[in-house]
């Protein structure tokens, strides 16, 4: 049974249809890339998944279980974590509480083993400096908190959008390990959206294409980056 | 240890405040009531301030709680003492079914809405005339504990007390967390299992109920009450003016500032017949304007340049942009 899958996913904000009739399933310990012109509806596919937006129709599904409305909080208890295209830390709680709180709330421990978990994970992730605030830290070590609070959350699907935007090409490579890392050893489903079509190719199996909200070619990187409609939906995209 | 001396500080000062009476006469006492009711509103004000969530309604709950006490010693020949429980519990259901339909707005909207509900209380009370008195109140044929100035002073003293240990609870426990999370962000709150109704409601039932107990304690120290001192919008004013002042989202400033503001008020009340209310909208501008995280905020940022420890990183407003094209 696939991890999570949607049937004729829509979203439509007043007239326009971000996301138009998607069809996809995501199986356990797969990298799948998401890609697309910008406005494609990368993004607002993720929200829909994730719950932070309801689809106008359509039907989720998460290890067979309808959770089409289940509401974002009860979704990420569920398995289901993600990260934010623009960040969100917690700005009034340490680098370490921030983490936490996906471990205290989606996976219901105590404020100590949350602590315990927290730690872990940002040790695993190379993240230090846990009592700063987070005004504190660089972008890389942002981008490294939004993800530790995502795992911290146990997830079973991931979705990380364009957590490489911004960093320079030695934080990328890194990233690209650490992301294969985490992914390999929880055998989670991970789904990454970037623009960077040198990260997609590296650290995907296979990829979905969105255009204007629609599915529109699917496959390994290497296939679906000659097929013409996707050449044509990038330069189009470009001109 | 740092912790273990906040200990020791907290137990001294409780220690001193339970036998004040032993060297207070009755009027220090009385203005030590004062200030203690205006803290316990204040923190508790403050509680629910720390889920971003501002509510003007802490006279709304304060008066429910006085009438509800009163009314039910006087129409219900409930035990005094027990009344105070009663009426906390009145305002706590009041805030949990008043929850639903509320606690879905947000900013200003939830704050003019508590507003319009502290109103509401008060013309209800009244237009009730046979069983709320009208506008000219009830009276107790007797104040609790026959008017003993040091047992009324303890009376005030637990229910701070119990305010108090409310507070510590809220940032001691995963509240905080909570609580925190929704403050800055709710996106970032739902998306790692936060349930953003549940904890804004434990947080606006637990603040009203203190609100209500603290109101009950008010009433039956005095005797009577009447809908414009029940519901006097002061109840709302000075807390929020003193937490402001002694620095939000904790409990230790709000404190502060009650003790700084409750004091100079009632110097000003003998200099000048209402100068403090004056003195009261002055102040929550000039904090609004110049020093947003109080005087504790101002002690914490020059701790920090002495030390010179930490980037001056501005602590940034949370402006949570929802996500869309770039
Ligand atoms: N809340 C909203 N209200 C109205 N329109 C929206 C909203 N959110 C997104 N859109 C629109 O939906 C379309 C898809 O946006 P989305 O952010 O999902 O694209 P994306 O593929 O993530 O783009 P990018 O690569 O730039 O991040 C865009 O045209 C965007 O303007
Ligand atoms: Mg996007």
């Given at each position: 049974?696939s991890?999570l899958?949607?049937?004729?996913?829509?979203?439509a904000f007043s007239?326009?249809v971000?996301v138009?009739?998607?069809?996809?399933?995501m199986?356990?310990g797969?990298?799948?890339?998401?890609?697309?012109?910008n406005g494609?509806?990368?993004t607002?596919?993720?929200h829909?998944?994730?719950?932070?937006?309801m689809?106008?129709?359509?039907?989720?599904?998460?290890?067979?279980?309808d959770v089409?409305?289940l509401?974002?909080?009860?979704r990420?208890?569920?398995?289901i974590?993600?990260?934010?295209?623009?960040i969100h830390?917690?700005?009034?709680?340490?680098v370490?509480?921030n983490?936490?709180?996906?471990?205290?709330f989606?996976r219901?421990?105590?404020?100590?083993?949350?602590?315990l978990?927290a730690?872990?994970?940002?040790?695993?992730?190379?993240l230090?400096?846990?009592?700063?605030?987070?005004a504190?830290?660089?972008?890389?070590?942002?981008?490294?908190?939004?993800?530790?609070?995502a795992?911290a959350?146990?997830?079973?699907?991931?979705?990380?959008d364009?957590?490489?935007?911004g960093?320079?090409?030695?934080e990328?490579?890194?990233m690209?390990?650490?992301v294969?890392?985490?992914?390999?050893?929880?055998r989670?489903?991970?789904g990454?959206v970037?623009?960077?079509?040198?990260?997609?190719?590296?650290?995907?199996?296979?990829?979905?294409?969105?255009?204007?909200?629609?599915?529109i070619a699917?496959?390994?990187?290497?296939?679906?980056s000659?097929d013409?409609r996707?050449?044509?939906?990038?330069?189009g995209?470009?001109? | 240890?740092k912790i273990?001396?906040a200990?020791?500080?907290?137990?001294v000062a409780a220690?001193?405040?339970?036998?004040?009476?032993?060297f207070?006469?009755?009027?220090?006492?009385?203005?030590a009531?004062?200030?203690?009711?205006y803290?316990a509103?204040?923190?508790?004000?403050?509680?629910?301030?720390?889920s971003?969530?501002?509510?003007f309604?802490?006279?709304?709950l304060?008066?429910?709680g006085?009438?509800?006490?009163?009314?039910a010693?006087?129409?219900?020949?409930?035990?005094?003492?027990?009344?105070?429980?009663?009426?906390?519990l009145v305002?706590g259901l009041v805030?949990f079914?008043?929850?639903?339909?509320?606690?879905?707005?947000?900013?200003?909207y939830f704050?003019?809405t508590?507003?319009?509900?502290m109103e509401?209380?008060?013309?209800?009370?009244?237009?009730?005339h046979?069983?709320s008195?009208?506008?000219?109140g009830?009276?107790?044929p007797e104040?609790?504990?026959?008017?003993d100035a040091?047992?009324l002073?303890?009376?005030?003293?637990?229910g701070?007390?119990v305010?108090?240990g409310?507070?510590w609870?809220?940032?001691r426990?995963k509240?905080?967390?909570?609580?925190t999370?929704i403050?800055?962000d709710?996106?970032?709150?739902?998306?790692?299992?936060i349930?953003?109704?549940?904890y804004?409601?434990?947080?606006?039932?637990?603040t009203?109920?203190?609100?209500?107990?603290m109101?009950?304690?008010?009433?039956?120290?005095y005797?009577?009450?009447?809908?414009?001192?029940?519901?006097?919008a002061?109840?709302?004013?000075?807390?929020?003016?003193m937490?402001l002042?002694?620095g939000?989202?904790?409990?230790?400033?709000?404190?502060?500032?009650?003790?700084?503001?409750?004091i100079?008020?009632?110097?000003?009340?003998?200099?000048?017949?209402?100068?403090h209310?004056?003195?009261?909208?002055?102040i929550?501008?000039?904090?609004?304007?110049f020093?947003?995280?109080?005087?504790?905020?101002?002690?914490?940022?020059a701790?920090?340049k002495a030390g010179?420890?930490g980037?001056?990183?501005?602590?940034?407003?949370?402006?949570?942009?929802?996500?869309?094209a770039?």
């Amino acid at each position: 049974m696939s991890k999570l899958s949607t049937t004729g996913l829509t979203k439509a904000f007043s007239g326009l249809v971000a996301v138009n009739d998607v069809s996809f399933a995501m199986e356990e310990g797969e990298i799948l890339g998401i890609i697309g012109p910008n406005g494609a509806g990368k993004t607002t596919f993720i929200h829909l998944v994730s719950g932070i937006l309801m689809p106008s129709s359509g039907r989720i599904e998460f290890k067979g279980r309808d959770v089409t409305y289940l509401p974002a909080h009860e979704r990420s208890r569920l398995g289901i974590a993600r990260t934010y295209q623009l960040i969100h830390p917690l700005e009034n709680l340490k680098v370490l509480e921030n983490v936490m709180v996906g471990a205290v709330f989606s996976r219901g421990k105590s404020l100590r083993e949350a602590r315990l978990s927290a730690e872990g994970i940002c040790d695993e992730l190379g993240l230090g400096g846990l009592d700063r605030d987070t005004a504190q830290l660089s972008i890389l070590e942002i981008k490294k908190m939004e993800i530790a609070r995502a795992l911290a959350n146990e997830p079973e699907v991931l979705f990380l959008d364009e957590v490489m935007a911004g960093l320079n090409s030695d934080e990328t490579k890194q990233m690209i390990e650490t992301v294969r890392r985490i992914a390999g050893e929880r055998r989670m489903a991970v789904g990454v959206v970037e623009h960077v079509m040198g990260v997609i190719r590296e650290l995907t199996q296979r990829v979905i294409v969105l255009e204007a909200g629609e599915l529109i070619a699917e496959g390994p990187y290497e296939k679906v980056s000659k097929d013409p409609r996707v050449i044509e939906a990038y330069l189009g995209g470009a001109a | 240890m740092k912790i273990r001396g906040a200990y020791i500080a907290a137990a001294v000062a409780a220690a001193i405040m339970i036998a004040f009476p032993a060297f207070l006469g009755a009027y220090p006492l009385n203005v030590a009531r004062s200030v203690m009711t205006y803290m316990a509103l204040a923190v508790s004000w403050d509680m629910l301030l720390r889920s971003g969530q501002i509510s003007f309604g802490i006279a709304g709950l304060f008066g429910l709680g006085s009438y509800a006490s009163i009314l039910a010693v006087l129409r219900g020949g409930m035990d005094p003492l027990l009344s105070i429980a009663f009426a906390a519990l009145v305002a706590g259901l009041v805030a949990f079914a008043l929850g639903f339909a509320i606690l879905r707005l947000r900013a200003m909207y939830f704050s003019i809405t508590t507003l319009a509900l502290m109103e509401i209380f008060r013309i209800i009370m009244h237009n009730l005339h046979d069983f709320s008195g009208g506008p000219e109140g009830v009276v107790l044929p007797e104040v609790i504990f026959g008017g003993d100035a040091s047992a009324l002073y303890w009376l005030c003293l637990g229910g701070l007390a119990v305010t108090i240990g409310a507070s510590w609870y809220f940032e001691r426990s995963k509240l905080r967390l909570a609580l925190t999370a929704i403050r800055n962000d709710e996106t970032s709150a739902r998306s790692n299992g936060i349930d953003i109704f549940k904890y804004l409601l434990v947080a606006f039932v637990v603040t009203s109920t203190l609100q209500g107990m603290m109101g009950a304690i008010q009433v039956q120290s005095y005797g009577f009450t009447t809908p414009d001192t029940a519901f006097d919008a002061n109840f709302t004013l000075l807390p929020l003016a003193m937490a402001l002042l002694g620095g939000i989202h904790s409990t230790i400033g709000p404190m502060a500032g009650a003790v700084l503001l409750g004091i100079a008020s009632e110097w000003l009340k003998l200099k000048i017949p209402y100068g403090h209310l004056v003195v009261y909208g002055v102040i929550i501008i000039i904090v609004i304007l110049f020093m947003p995280n109080g005087l504790f905020g101002l002690a914490r940022k020059a701790i920090r340049k002495a030390g010179g420890a930490g980037s001056p990183g501005s602590a940034s407003n949370g402006s949570d942009a929802e996500e869309g094209a770039r």
